[in-house]
């Protein structure tokens, strides 16, 4: 005889109570950037690039005699 553990009956319990009001469980994809998180990779790019162009345009603008920011 099977033994369950609490988290194993929980999980099916949890099953359970999905199949009865028709809810599915899906899987999604985190992206991580910095303090940012994405369900979108696209996103999580177009972030970074604007970080990057950002930091390259204050790097200019500060020039060699003149500190950035």
């Known amino acids: 005889m099977r033994q369950e553990t609490s988290e194993q009956a929980g999980s ?15 899987p999604v994809d985190n992206f991580y950037y910095r303090q940012f998180h994405y369900t979108n990779l696209k996103d999580a790019v177009a972030q970074a690039t604007r970080d990057k162009a950002q930091i390259a345009h204050s790097s200019i603008a500060a020039g060699p005699d003149r500190p950035a920011g």
């Open 12 to 26: 099916d319990a949890r099953i359970e109570e999905m199949t009865r009001f028709g809810i599915i469980c899906v």
